[in-house]
């Protein structure tokens, strides 16, 4: 549709009389989203006002600085909102995470021995299967007496034991079909039991166990989460030449669901880690039947594992925050700014308020140009 005074056969006569702008507010005018558009529109398109043109230019420069600040914070500080649960876990398979074993026989030298004539260590994986008999199978595992876990930093223990392979930690006593764990015995040194060893005396064996300490470090993901964790977590143990201990340690698994932003990644993202959770202690004279057996640990699965949800804010979430900011300022602002332009502009134009009665005062010249121009009655 042409406008009237862009219209070159439109006698310029028949228009009221407009006010225009200023140069320099005409110019500006292009900015101001208050700008008032009256109808039929004329030349200049649009009504502005130097107050209207400043606060859209505040507006803008508002709405680029929450952009920015925003953004960046999506970027680079995006903390997640989290939530989580302790769920019962059963018939659940881990694989058991990395652990070595030492014999520290002089806490205050802190020198780790690896001493087959003074002690022996035997790895095994344990099943027992759910039923009136609660029928039990156990594994042999190898161990490496000379092993060197990369997992570890460096310190002044040296000597390590370590199970030549891992096996799986799976279920719950008593409740799952199947209950996995991994058993670990402390031993005195016993002739005949280990070929080619020749045992210390009996005296000599509970002095050197008077002072050591059996020590259980075992793997832990440090980077599970976003605060760095301690690579590994260290347990130690006493032996007491009269009594047999049992620990169970209970490994926790941990189950973090991270939902998309949109930005980083397009996927919910899973991971699960097993850490250390609690620890239960036995103690009892020795068994008649295993006087050697000193101390046994159990590594097996806690009965409750915890989920995490981590939702981060996404960028649908961002770009909503802007325009519900801008519809919050547009309106207010507009409420008065778009009332004050348009009441300018007919102020300074009375006329054009009343365009309808002056086409009806000059119908035949207005009608002179009616194929070039089209009145819509109802704008």
Known sequence: MSTFAEDDNYSEHLLPTIRSNSKLLTKYSIFDVFAFIPVP????????SRRSVFFSFILFIAMLGYVIMTFSTFLFNNVPRTSQ???????????IPNFALTVVPDMDHGISVVDKSYYSIRISEGTLYKGLNQTKTEKSIDVDYDCNPSWLPEMN???????????????????????????????????????GVV???????EEFLRKARLFLFIEQDKDFYKTPLNAFKALFYYAVPSLYQKYEVYLENKEMRIS???????????????????????????????ENNLITIWLRLNEEEEQQ????????????????????????????????????????NPEWENFGSFIHESPREFASVGDSVEVHKHQ
């Open 157 to 195: 223990i040296t000597a390590f034991l370590c199970p030549k392979k891992f096996g799986k930690i799976e279920g719950n006593l008593f409740t799952s079909e199947q209950f996995q764990f991994i058993k670990i015995d402390f031993l005195y040194c016993k002739d005949g039991e280990t070929p």
């Open 260 to 290: 998309p932003d949109y930005f980083h990644s397009f996927k919910t993202e899973t991971k699960n880690a097993l850490f250390y959770g609690k620890e239960k202690t036995y103690v009892s004279p020795l068994i008649p039947d295993q």
């Open 199 to 205: 045992c210390k005396s009996k005296e000599e064996i």
């Open 41 to 48: 529109v004329y030349a200049p398109g649009k009504s502005s």
């Open 309 to 348: 949800k981590q939702q981060p804010t996404n960028l649908t979430e961002v770009v909503g925050k802007w325009g519900a900011l801008w519809s919050v300022l547009f309106t207010t602002l507009g409420i008065y700014f778009m009332r004050f332009n348009k009441n300018r502009f007919y102020k300074r």
């Open 85 to 95: 649960q302790v769920q019962s876990i059963d018939n659940k398979s881990f694989q």
